[in-house]
């Protein structure tokens, strides 16, 4: 019972960081810590966004066989209270940018602001409440940018992009504004969440129900820190609410994977989760309390006002990403989070893509963290990415 109670409670710090159980994370970067110790050249790079974020990424430029020649570039994207680190915990056989850099791509990993390798900025101290005021609207508006940006100059060609979770989200609001579709070569996009409105979890459902506006003002904290005292209390009262099973976390809230090693998740427990704004906390829960893909809601009219000038938060409509953008979608049938009921919204959205522009991947077996964490992915998911790739 300890043991499904201490992975459990690692998996949802995984992808909601409610807990504190994570340990310190090592200091040096992210090159040092996971790429080069595998045999596999790795380079730092600082990104500043245009509202004066300064974002880590890291490039694996080739594979360990090397070769040269203008390759490929491909961008990827990691979810909500993860950082880049999160694609490495498996062996270099298992792990996605070292799949992509042995298979011929220039491979470079974001970490979004707020996370371990991401806290700086121009002017912000991150130990105040102003470096914490946004929401995944900024990543949209400034670090998809501001990373496709660089990528593009430093290499001159368009960009393959990967996203998990949050990470397909801020993608499909960005091409859904015209954003990025300059730069963009194609997009693959693993557990989308776009509409939330049918997650089954008990858990995941009271815990979007207790984000609301105020919820910054009554922890007292800007920062939603998942190493912190004011996440472990809120976490120990959602547990009390009764019908919420915290004892298995691992299968009530992501659904039940299927294909996780056990020495993966020790190595996230010593690595995530990351700290991202109550804010941006807040407006993921409205996604799932409105059903819609909407900019942050303020809580009154006159709030979205002065921000939108209208009353309601503008919707980001999907159905305008552009029908000629290659799309790979891979999705799973017990995703708890990733509902295949909002899957189903989302590509309803898209019934005018062009049918050979979308591929879609539904695998029966498949949780949330099978698609980044799971022993079967390469042979499922990665290879299909690979192939989806080498055909744009």
Known sequence: MARRCFLGFLVFCFWLGLTSCARSPPPTGLCAASVTPQGYKCQEFEVKTQDGY??????????RAGGGGNKQPVLIQHGVMVDGMTWFLNPPDQSLPFILADAGFDVWIANTRGTRYSRRHTTLDPSKSEFWNWTWDELV?????ATFDFVFSQTGQKIHYVGHSMGTLIALASFSEGRLVDKLKSAALLSPIAY??????????VAAKAFVGEITTLMGVAEFNPKGEAVGKFLKVLCAT????????????????????????????????????????VHLAQTVREGVVAKYNYGSADFNMMHYGEASP?????????????????????????????????????????GDKLTVQFIKDYAHADFIMGVTAKDIVYTAIVAFFNRQ
């Open 196 to 205: 939330l409105s049918h997650m089954t979890t008990a858990l995941g459902v």
């Open 314 to 354: 503008p919707i980001y409509n999907l159905s305008n990403i552009p029908h000629n953008l290659p799309l790979f979608l891979s999705y799973g049938g017990q995703d708890a989070l990733s509902d295949p009921r909002d899957v189903g919204l989302l590509l309803d959205s898209l019934k005018l893509h062009d």
């Open 54 to 63: 300064i974002l880590s990424m890291q490039r694996i430029p080739k594979g």
């Open 242 to 281: 009764p019908g919420i099973d915290c004892y298995d976390l691992l299968k009530s809230l992501t659904g039940k994977n299927c294909c996780l090693n056990v020495s993966t998740v020790d190595l996230f427990v010593k690595n995530e989760p990351q700290s991202t704004s109550t804010k941006n906390m």
């Open 141 to 145: 508006t400034s670090d998809l940018p």
